[in-house]
């Protein structure tokens, strides 16, 4: 599986972004896709999970109502819907995809990352 990501950038307080995260090498429908986040000197933060096979997403209690996840399927790419950003929110953002996303921080295929700047 090969995760390609794209998106991040520098954006004010309370602005919006959406990241991308396309997948290929395997069959789409199959995959559970997620997105972590890692600030620095931060762990690992997962951020949301869908669950392509069900539909089912999972996301970060502390970032309902602001960070989004869907799925399409016919370019199999997952989409993260991020608003009202707060400087915290700056980290480098992951996708990482598994066939479940049960496995968490433990997927076995990961992106290169793409950096989010929030700018106070």
């Known amino acids: 599986v090969q995760l390609v990501e794209s998106g991040g950038g520098l954006v004010p307080a309370g602005g919006s972004l959406t990241l991308s995260c396309a997948a290929s090498g395997f069959t789409f429908d199959d995959l559970a896709i997620a997105w972590f986040r890692q600030a620095p000197g931060k762990e690992r933060e997962g951020v949301s999970c869908i669950s392509n096979r069900d539909g089912l997403t999972y996301d970060s209690d502390s970032l309902k109502g602001r960070f989004t996840l869907s799925s399409d399927p016919a370019k199999n790419t997952v989409y993260l819907q991020m608003n009202f950003l707060k400087p915290e929110d700056t980290a480098v953002y992951y996708c990482?995809?598994?066939?479940?996303?049960?496995?968490?921080?433990?997927?076995?295929?990961w992106g290169q990352g793409t950096q989010v700047t929030v700018s106070s």
């Open positions: 990482a995809a598994d066939f479940s996303c049960a496995k968490k921080g433990e997927m076995d295929y």
